[in-house]
């Protein structure tokens, strides 16, 4: 990479570094800063998520990772606030606290790199002419394809799955009419001898209604009118059991509208059960929360439930 160097006393470094090993663009913007200033100081963005696929190292690994190569630098954390202001101002504080009133200072970064969000432009910026990429999420992904027979390997798995936050992992359940709301549509999977409600786990990116339609084509190949939100309910997942993690499921409603239901993706067989003689006893138990919720929705589509 080619810099323009600045005439300042501090070379000033934002990055986040998320890799195992620094690269060679990365060594090198390092060494740059380091030839051409008295004093370098690196500051290593830092999520308010844990152990995520674009953040999965802490600070302190990363600390350390940039310590090994250049020991006589100084490596501090900015927090990642959400607001380039706000963040702005607190990137020059954390500088202030650190540098002299008299010292000048040139913040580094590359192409699409934090100076197009540094706001209050206290100290001038020096956007890197890179000529060598680098993908660090191409290496994350390749160090995650890999196993290793060590003991640091298994205690970096295990400090990385024991620092994740607990939360819940959100899925959709659907509860299909026919025409004349007097039937449910059920899928059964294999290796269960008792039916359930179409559903799945819903995808990051999309809403719940949107898995809830995708969920339903999937595994029966259906369409169906607009999900209708019936409510939301913990499930006893065995999968999950003595878990920090759980489920929680939607529970929506939809009228068949097209297509001949045809199972597929992990549901082996389709039934249309009659509302008024559904019992609890051909539902999976996790299910029967749901089934509860939907009698008491529409209770007169229903007779007693054993």
């Known amino acids: 990479m080619e810099l323009?160097?600045?005439k300042t006393d501090v070379g000033v470094i934002v990055a986040r570094f998320q890799v195992a090993e620094l690269t060679p663009p990365q060594l090198g913007l390092i060494q740059e800063a380091v030839d051409n200033h008295a004093k370098v100081i690196v500051f290593l963005g830092v999520s308010p998520?844990?152990?995520?696929?674009n953040n999965p190292l802490d600070f302190e690994s990363r600390k350390q990772m940039v310590l090994e190569a250049f020991p006589n630098i100084?490596?501090?954390?900015?927090?990642?606030?959400?607001?380039?202001?706000?963040?702005?101002?607190?990137?020059?504080?954390?500088?202030?606290?650190?540098?002299g009133p008299n010292s000048t200072v040139c913040l580094y970064g590359g192409r699409k790199s934090f100076i197009e969000h540094y706001t209050t432009k206290k100290h001038q910026t020096c956007e890197l002419e890179q000529i060598k990429f680098v993908s660090g999420t191409k290496q994350r992904l390749h160090v995650s394809k890999r196993v290793k027979a060590s003991k640091e390997w298994r205690e970096g798995v295990l400090w990385a799955v024991n620092n994740q936050f607990a939360g819940a992992k959100s899925t959709v359940d659907v509860a299909i009419w026919n025409s004349d709301f007097t039937k449910l549509l059920m899928?059964?999977?294999?290796?269960?001898?008792?039916?359930?409600?179409?559903?799945?786990?819903?995808?990051?990116?999309?809403?719940?209604?949107?898995?809830?339609?995708?969920?339903?084509m999937e595994e029966a190949h259906i369409e169906i009118s607009d999900p209708i939100y019936v409510g939301s309910f913990p499930i006893d997942d065995w999968r999950y059991r003595g878990e920090k993690d759980g489920i929680v499921t939607s529970l929506f409603e939809a009228i068949h509208l097209d297509f001949d239901p045809t199972p597929d993706d992990d549901i082996v067989e389709l039934?249309?059960?009659?509302?008024?003689?559904?019992?609890?006893?051909?539902i999976v138990s996790t299910h029967h929360v749901l089934l509860n919720a939907l009698i008491e929705k529409h209770i007169e589509r229903f007779c007693r439930v054993d």
Not at 49 to 53: A, E, S
Not at 271 to 282: G, L, S, T, V
Request: aromatic residues 8%; proline residues 1%; glycine residues 6%.
């Open 187 to 216: 899928a059964r999977k294999e290796n269960e001898n008792k039916h359930r409600f179409i559903g799945g786990f819903v995808d990051g990116k999309e809403s719940k209604e949107t898995c809830a339609k995708r969920e339903v």
């Open 49 to 53: 998520l844990k152990t995520t696929v």
């Open 74 to 99: 100084t490596v501090l954390y900015i927090k990642d606030i959400g607001n380039d202001e706000k963040w702005s101002k607190k990137l020059d504080e954390q500088i202030s606290d650190i540098v």
């Open 4 to 6: 323009k160097r600045p």
């Open 271 to 282: 039934m249309w059960f009659d509302a008024k003689k559904i019992k609890k006893k051909d």
